[in-house]
C-alpha cells in the first residue's frame, strides 16, 4: 500500500533564515534518499518548503507594467505554436495555453473559464524578444507560467476545498524512501496548514474489486497565489492585466489565508470567484515537461518520474466516512483536468482513455532513449491516467 498523512495545523511561517536553512536541508536529504523511485514525492515535498518558508516566493524578479508593455491583451505572433495541451475531464476537447480567449466548461457543480499562460521556453529567441502571447505580463518575470481559474458555483461546496494533483498510479517505496519522507513530513507540520498526501496504491495490494487511491498531493485554495471575489456580471476579464487585484499571497500568508478562509466560509452563487497561481512556476517547465532552478545547472525531465499526464483538480468529498483515502469515487470535482506537452507526448493509447480516438491531435515523436533510459529506477510503471 502506498502511505498517506493527512495533517491539519496551524498556519505559520519561518521566522529565521536558520529554520529556512535546516527545513531545506531536510528537503535536500529526502531529495537524496528517496532517489528515482520516489522522485516525484521529493520534487513536491522540496518545493511545498520553498513555498512555505522562502520570503516571497515565487514573486521576485522585476515587475512590468503598462509602460513597459503597451500591450495588455494577447496576440498570436505569426507563426507561434504552443506544444502545451490540456484538457477538461470529462473530455470537451483538446486545449492548447496561451489562447486569445480562455476556455470554458460546465459541469453539475459550476461554470468554468480558464487560462493557461506559459513563456515560450521551447523557443528561447522568442522569450529574448519578447514575441509571444502574454509577453506583456510574463516577460522579465521569473514565473514561468500562470494559470487562472474564474468559478462561477451551481452548488455551494458542502465540505471543504482541495487543490492540487493526482496521478492515477503509484511507485514503489524502499524503507529508506519511507523513513526520510516521514522526516520531512513532520517537518512540515509546523509550517503548512491543511494538506493531504498519499503515494497512491499498488493495485496488486489490494483486494480484488476494491477501488484503488490514485498518487494525491493537495492543499486548501491558499496553495493560490491570488483570488478575487467579484459580484455577478463584474468579474475582472482573465485575459486582462489583474495586477493588484484582490488578494495576494505574497502580501503575507496569515492575512491572505483568513481572508480567504472567510470567502470559502461564504461561498455564494451569486459571486464569481477568479483564482491565479504561479508561485512554484520558475521550477517548473511544463513545455519542456521538466523541473529546473531548485539546484544549480540540474533539470530533470517529467517522464524521468513516470510521468506522461498530470490531473490537476479542486474538488470535495462531503459527508463523514471512515475511510480517510481520497478515492474518485467519494470526490466532487470543481475542476478536473489533464495536461501534457507534445514535445513529450504519452502514447496514444494512454490519450485514448480520456480524449477518445476521435480527439487525438498530432503529436511530436519522442525519443524512446529520453523516455526509458530511467525505467529501471521506476518501481511501477506509470501508464495508466
Not at 536553512?21 to 516525484?40: E, K, M, T, V
Not at 496504491?201 to 491558499?222: A, H, K, N, Y
Request: hydrophobic content about 40%.
Amino acid at each position: 500500500m502506498g502511505s498517506r498523512v493527512s495533517i491539519l495545523a496551524p498556519i505559520a511561517m519561518s521566522e529565521t533564515h536558520s529554520s529556512c536553512f535546516g527545513c531545506f536541508g531536510l528537503a535536500i536529504l529526502a531529495w537524496l534518499a528517496l532517489g528515482y523511485s520516489h522522485s516525484f514525492a521529493a520534487v513536491v515535498l522540496l518545493l511545498l518548503f520553498y513555498y512555505a518558508f522562502v520570503p516571497g516566493f515565487g514573486h521576485k524578479g522585476p515587475v512590468q507594467t503598462k509602460s513597459q508593455h503597451q500591450h495588455t491583451t494577447a496576440v498570436q505572433p505569426q507563426g507561434y505554436q504552443d506544444p502545451l495541451r490540456w484538457t477538461f475531464l470529462p473530455s470537451n476537447g483538446v486545449q492548447r495555453a496561451n489562447t486569445l480567449e480562455p476556455s470554458t466548461y460546465e459541469n453539475d457543480l459550476c461554470v468554468l473559464k480558464c487560462l493557461a499562460m506559459h513563456r515560450p521556453t521551447h523557443e528561447p529567441w522568442r522569450e529574448a524578444a519578447g514575441n509571444y502571447p502574454y509577453a506583456w505580463h510574463l516577460h522579465g518575470r521569473k514565473r514561468l507560467w500562470e494559470i487562472r481559474v474564474q468559478m462561477r458555483l451551481k452548488e455551494v461546496p458542502k465540505s471543504k476545498l482541495y487543490f492540487g494533483i493526482e496521478l492515477a498510479d503509484c511507485e514503489a517505496a524502499s524503507a529508506t524512501a519511507r523513513q526520510m519522507k516521514a522526516v520531512l513530513i513532520r517537518a512540515v507540520q509546523g509550517v503548512i496548514g491543511d494538506f493531504y498526501y498519499s503515494d497512491g496504491e499498488d493495485p496488486s495490494e489490494v483486494m480484488p474489486g476494491e477501488e484503488v487511491e490514485p498518487s494525491t498531493f493537495v492543499m486548501p485554495l491558499w496553495a493560490f497565489d491570488q483570488f478575487v471575489v467579484s459580484e455577478a456580471g463584474e468579474e475582472p476579464e482573465i485575459t486582462g492585466d489583474l495586477t493588484n487585484v484582490g488578494m495576494l499571497r505574497k502580501d503575507g500568508l496569515k492575512a491572505y489565508a483568513k481572508e480567504l478562509q472567510k470567502c470559502i466560509n461564504e461561498f455564494s452563487k451569486d459571486k464569481v470567484y477568479t483564482f491565479c497561481i504561479w508561485g512554484i512556476s520558475q521550477f517548473l517547465d511544463c513545455i519542456r515537461w521538466e523541473v529546473g532552478g531548485i539546484f544549480p545547472g540540474m533539470t530533470a525531465n517529467f517522464s524521468r518520474f513516470g510521468l506522461k499526464v498530470i490531473n490537476i483538480a479542486i474538488y470535495e468529498m462531503p459527508g463523514e466516512h471512515p475511510d480517510a483515502r481520497h478515492l474518485r469515487s467519494r470526490k466532487r470535482y470543481f475542476l478536473n483536468v489533464a495536461m501534457w506537452s507534445i514535445l513529450h507526448s504519452p502514447e496514444k493509447r494512454l490519450l485514448d482513455e480520456f480524449l477518445g480516438p476521435d480527439e487525438i491531435e498530432e503529436t511530436k515523436p519522442q525519443s524512446p532513449r529520453a523516455m526509458d533510459v530511467f525505467a529501471c529506477c521506476s518501481g511501477l510503471s506509470r501508464v495508466r491516467l
